[in-house]
């Protein structure tokens, strides 16, 4: 007797997966101000906070993988979602690409604009591509129609191409 799980279930299990990784990040970010608690610590209190947030982000994004799998996959038999996810996928990638060309094109003197405002935040774009690219990538690994999994799978690569590009952005004055 084969029994199916309920929707509440499956909402159950990806909420509950998700607080797990939010309890396991506060553990390890506790874990990593005590060990590191100090006098250099206290009196870069600003740039501790700033590294202990982005150490919090690192182990959430790493945590939450298990939840995020888990939704995706309760989500494989609802055809609308994974076009509206490559949909967005793909535009988000192209904003990747166009970040890219913006680091990688000569600075020119410009007057103030939308366009040089675009521009200033491109390296911002370019370091959250590696989020991106994971998030593309286990998306496109459960897609259930293979037109959705090859474009988030090309979103995942034109993303990583992005973040692996970047570095080139602050060696080019060398």
């Known amino acids: 007797m084969q029994t199916q799980m309920t929707t509440r279930g499956k909402i159950a299990i990806v909420v509950i997966g998700y607080l797990v990784a939010i309890v396991v990040a506060v553990a390890v970010v506790s874990a990593y101000a005590l060990l590191k608690s100090g006098p250099d610590r206290h009196a870069s209190g600003g740039m501790s906070a700033f590294g202990d947030s982005l150490l919090f982000l690192a182990v959430l994004c790493v945590a939450s993988l298990p939840a995020t799998g888990a939704a995706l996959f309760f989500l494989r038999s609802y ?18 690409l166009a970040a890219l060309v913006f680091l990688l094109s000569p600075a020119t003197a410009r007057p103030p604009s939308a366009l040089q405002f675009v521009a200033d935040l491109s390296p911002i774009r370019a370091l959250v591509a590696p989020l991106f690219a994971a998030s593309f990538l286990l998306a496109g690994i459960f897609a259930p129609a293979r037109r959705s999994r090859i474009i988030l799978l090309l979103a995942a690569t034109s993303e990583a191409a ?8 602050w060696i080019r004055p060398l």
Request: cysteine-free; hydrophobic content about 60%.
């Open 79 to 96: 055809p609308p979602f994974w076009a509206m996810l490559s949909l967005g996928a793909a535009a988000l990638a192209m904003t990747g």
């Open 162 to 169: 992005v973040f692996g590009l970047t570095p080139f952005h």
